[in-house]
């Protein structure tokens, strides 16, 4: 059997995605990328294989994505995550004409026009501020695990403001508000705000254009989703697992490939 | 090449050991629109001031963090006693809010032999505005003179225009060869001989350049038809890091031409030599140097500039190259920004700091640039 690879090694996970000749997804990988990228895209892309019941040989096409995409010595080829998120969510959700992505580093916005095809972007790479990791750092900040940060959002009860978008200021800064008296609760949401701040200003840049998809591991914070649909008031559409969009992208490009390939 | 790439990788050392060779004095000209011709015309040096590599240090306690590269860079340089090579300086304190502190700085802190701070207009409206201009560059001319206590004629400065526009058609022919020829020389490789150009006498540049252009003549290169064409623009004042040139070039893409201070627009437009040289001067300064965000002229619209320049390569796409708070740039950049937008012309903005460049965020950007005019 046939199958496509879509590695996509991001700052904190690697995620594969195995496509068959059909371009449906047979499996997919998420992991922590640690230290040594080409490390794990190769453990994550046996994850795959195995969860599959495929073997490396079943492999006709891989393509390498994400921040470590030039350490995967499996890859055929490597495309920037940018095309990638945009090609994976224009075949999740056809109507889609924005990606709002935020990883584990960096966070971008991507414009989609025709035939899923990039045509305008912004990313920013200066620093965490915004992202999976500045998520991460600030849960510990608030000593709660990162799958309950969403959840606090809702339980809010007072507007609380996290000014400051710097990872380490803002740490500083919710320990100042624990010691003002607020509430677990209030500051999470505040955080959600901030990020949903800086994500609008790069909206801006890029021009919103509905449909409005949201991928990367920070979408599956429900609190960041809903305080960016406040921002930009307007729905966003998220994938059942928004972590894998980028390495389904890659997959697709891998699939797209093949076929020019053979044919 | 090698003596150019030899110039260019330590022009410190380079102009100190000009200053020994030439027993003449060096005055250092701040990018963009010194009339260098003067200066030579003085039978002094000039050479464009540049941007050095080195972290800010000392510099700190005179400009602040927020200014950009270049402006921190040469004030650090001065304050630390690097260019103590140069006798003098010429700042045209118009062109931005930043290089109005030069001279404060350098009178309290370098003590320069000589110091002029030229206040060229940067309109153009009229004649009231050229008459401004011309007195400028005659005050300019005669602070030279009570320096060197030598009077400059008139023939000896169409001398130096002579040798200043045959080095700009040399460098027009270098790039006239290199769109003939796309890949015959990296983008590095140009960038280093316009700075070279900036740093040399220009009567050695030009016997240099006469040599390479016989050279560049004679070579044949391989077609690079599958390769995207791309010209950057922007990147005023102060060299582009090479990095980024070779990121472009790794990447697939080609660069043809392109509108970077240094690079085409230094050379561009001769002097016109007909009549008083010093009225010649005025006019290339005043309506010939290319469309720039440093001079306030509403009929031509940068981006439009740069977009014919595209098309005239047969490019795809323009990379704007924006030096981290360079203010007429970041100006000027909605409206340019917006202009390709409306014209639908591909482009990306990269951003560029004197000591922080996140050269990973910078490869992403161009090559997913690359991907969308490419067509991935």
């Given at each position: 059997?046939?199958?496509?690879?879509?590695?996509?090694?991001?700052?904190?996970?690697?995620?594969?995605?195995?496509?068959?000749?059909?371009?449906?997804?047979?499996?997919?990988?998420?992991?922590?990328?640690?230290?040594?990228?080409?490390?794990?895209?190769?453990?994550?892309?046996?994850?795959?294989?195995?969860?599959?019941?495929?073997?490396?040989?079943?492999?006709?096409?891989?393509?390498?994505?994400?921040?470590?995409?030039?350490?995967?010595?499996?890859?055929?080829?490597?495309?920037?995550?940018?095309?990638?998120?945009?090609?994976?969510?224009?075949?999740?959700?056809?109507?889609?004409?924005?990606?709002?992505?935020?990883?584990?580093?960096?966070?971008?916005?991507?414009?989609?026009?025709?035939?899923?095809?990039?045509?305008?972007?912004?990313?920013?790479?200066?620093?965490?501020?915004?992202?999976?990791?500045?998520?991460?750092?600030?849960?510990?900040?608030?000593?709660?695990?990162?799958?309950?940060?969403?959840?606090?959002?809702?339980?809010?009860?007072?507007?609380?403001?996290?000014?400051?978008?710097?990872?380490?200021?803002?740490?500083?800064?919710?320990?100042?508000?624990?010691?003002?008296?607020?509430?677990?609760?209030?500051?999470?949401?505040?955080?959600?705000?901030?990020?949903?701040?800086?994500?609008?200003?790069?909206?801006?840049?890029?021009?919103?254009?509905?449909?409005?998809?949201?991928?990367?591991?920070?979408?599956?914070?429900?609190?960041?989703?809903?305080?960016?649909?406040?921002?930009?008031?307007?729905?966003?559409?998220?994938?059942?697992?928004?972590?894998?969009?980028?390495?389904?992208?890659?997959?697709?490009?891998?699939?797209?490939?093949?076929?020019?390939?053979?044919? | 090449?090698?003596?150019?790439?030899?110039?260019?990788?330590?022009?410190?050392?380079?102009?100190?050991?000009?200053?020994?060779?030439?027993?003449?004095?060096?005055?250092?000209?701040?990018?963009?629109?010194?009339?260098?011709?003067?200066?030579?015309?003085?039978?002094?040096?000039?050479?464009?001031?540049?941007?050095?590599?080195?972290?800010?240090?000392?510099?700190?306690?005179?400009?602040?963090?927020?200014?950009?590269?270049?402006?921190?860079?040469?004030?650090?340089?001065?304050?630390?006693?690097?260019?103590?090579?140069?006798?003098?300086?010429?700042?045209?304190?118009?062109?931005c809010l930043q290089a109005g502190e030069f001279p404060f700085i350098m009178e309290r802190h370098f003590k320069p032999a000589y110091q002029k701070?030229?206040?060229?207009?940067?309109?153009?409206?009229?004649?009231?505005?050229?008459?401004?201009?011309?007195?400028?560059?005659?005050?300019?001319?005669?602070?030279?003179?009570?320096?060197?206590?030598?009077?400059?004629?008139?023939?000896?400065?169409?001398?130096?225009?002579?040798?200043?526009?045959?080095?700009?058609?040399?460098?027009?022919?270098?790039?006239?060869?290199?769109?003939?020829?796309?890949?015959?020389?990296?983008?590095?490789?140009?960038?280093?001989?316009?700075?070279?150009?900036?740093?040399?006498?220009?009567?050695?540049?030009?016997?240099?350049?006469?040599?390479?252009?016989?050279?560049?003549?004679?070579?044949?290169?391989?077609?690079?038809?599958?390769?995207?064409?791309?010209?950057?623009?922007?990147?005023?004042?102060?060299?582009?890091?090479?990095?980024?040139?070779?990121?472009?070039?790794?990447?697939?893409?080609?660069?043809?031409?392109?509108?970077?201070?240094?690079?085409?627009?230094?050379?561009?437009?001769?002097?016109?030599?007909?009549?008083?040289?010093?009225?010649?001067?005025?006019?290339?300064?005043?309506?010939?140097?290319?469309?720039?965000?440093?001079?306030?002229?509403?009929?031509?619209?940068?981006?439009?500039?740069?977009?014919?320049?595209?098309?005239?390569?047969?490019?795809?796409?323009?990379?704007?190259?924006?030096?981290?708070?360079?203010?007429?740039?970041?100006?000027?950049?909605?409206?340019?920004?917006?202009?390709?937008?409306?014209?639908?012309?591909?482009?990306?903005?990269?951003?560029?700091?004197?000591?922080?460049?996140?050269?990973?965020?910078?490869?992403?950007?161009?090559?997913?640039?690359?991907?969308?005019?490419?067509?991935?």
């Open positions: 059997m046939a199958v496509v690879v879509g590695v996509d090694v991001g700052s904190l996970c690697t995620k594969t995605v195995i496509l068959d000749g059909d371009g449906k997804i047979l499996s997919y990988d998420i992991m922590r990328s640690g230290h040594y990228y080409k490390g794990a895209a190769k453990e994550s892309i046996e994850n795959a294989l195995k969860s599959a019941g495929l073997k490396k040989g079943d492999i006709s096409y891989t393509l390498g994505t994400g921040y470590g995409r030039g350490a995967v010595a499996e890859a055929d080829a490597e495309v920037t995550e940018i095309t990638c998120h945009a090609r994976g969510a224009a075949r999740l959700f056809p109507e889609v004409h924005t990606v709002i992505d935020i990883g584990g580093q960096d966070s971008k916005v991507i414009g989609i026009g025709e035939n899923s095809r990039v045509v305008n972007f912004v990313m920013n790479d200066k620093c965490a501020a915004g992202t999976g990791r500045f998520l991460e750092v600030m849960a510990l900040a608030l000593s709660v695990d990162i799958s309950e940060m969403g959840d606090l959002f809702f339980a809010s009860k007072e507007k609380v403001d996290v000014s400051s978008m710097c990872t380490v200021f803002a740490e500083s800064e919710v320990i100042s508000l624990f010691a003002r008296g607020h509430k677990k609760a209030d500051i999470a949401a505040g955080i959600a705000h901030a990020i949903a701040r800086r994500i609008m200003g790069m909206v801006g840049q890029v021009g919103l254009r509905e449909k409005v998809v949201m991928s990367g591991g920070v979408a599956k914070n429900a609190g960041v989703v809903r305080a960016i649909e406040e921002r930009i008031e307007t729905s966003l559409l998220v994938p059942y697992e928004p972590q894998i969009v980028g390495a389904f992208g890659a997959a697709i490009i891998a699939s797209e490939r093949m076929s020019t390939t053979i044919g | 090449m090698s003596k150019i790439a030899e110039v260019t990788s330590d022009p410190y050392a380079y102009v100190a050991g000009l200053k020994e060779r030439k027993n003449k004095k060096i005055i250092g000209c701040f990018p963009m629109h010194v009339p260098e011709e003067i200066v030579h015309a003085a039978d002094l040096i000039p050479v464009v001031i540049w941007r050095g590599n080195e972290p800010v240090t000392w510099g700190h306690a005179h400009v602040p963090p927020y200014d950009c590269g270049i402006t921190r860079s040469f004030v650090d340089d001065a304050v630390r006693g690097k260019l103590s090579f140069m006798d003098g300086f010429v700042f045209h304190i118009r062109q701070v030229l206040y060229l207009p940067a309109i153009y409206p009229g004649d009231a505005v050229r008459d401004f201009a011309l007195k400028e560059l005659e005050s300019f001319k005669t602070s030279l003179e009570d320096f060197t206590g030598e009077k400059i004629s008139d023939d000896s400065l169409k001398k130096s225009i002579e040798i200043y526009n045959k080095n700009r058609s040399l460098m027009e022919r270098v790039y006239e060869i290199r769109r003939a020829k796309p890949g015959i020389l990296k983008a590095k490789e140009v960038m280093q001989i316009v700075w070279s150009s900036m740093l040399m006498p220009k009567e050695d540049h030009n016997e240099l350049l006469t040599e390479l252009v016989k050279g560049m003549e004679e070579k044949s290169v391989k077609a690079q038809k599958e390769r995207i064409k791309v010209i950057p623009v922007g990147c005023l004042c102060q060299t582009l890091q090479f990095d980024i040139l070779d990121l472009i070039e790794d990447l697939g893409m080609i660069v043809p031409d392109d509108d970077l201070y240094i690079g085409s627009r230094y050379f561009a437009n001769p002097v016109n030599l007909n009549g008083n040289p010093l009225n010649a001067l005025a006019d290339r300064y005043l309506t010939k140097t290319p469309l720039c965000p440093t001079k306030g002229v509403w009929d031509i619209h940068w981006g439009d500039e740069a977009i014919k320049k595209m098309r005239d390569n047969d490019a795809k796409g323009i990379i704007s190259v924006r030096v981290k708070y360079c203010p007429p740039h970041t100006c000027y950049y909605p409206d340019f920004r917006s202009k390709m937008a409306e014209k639908g012309v591909p482009e990306v903005m990269i951003e560029m700091e004197h000591e922080i460049i996140s050269l990973e965020g910078v490869k992403t950007r161009l090559q997913s640039f690359a991907e969308t005019i490419g067509g991935v």
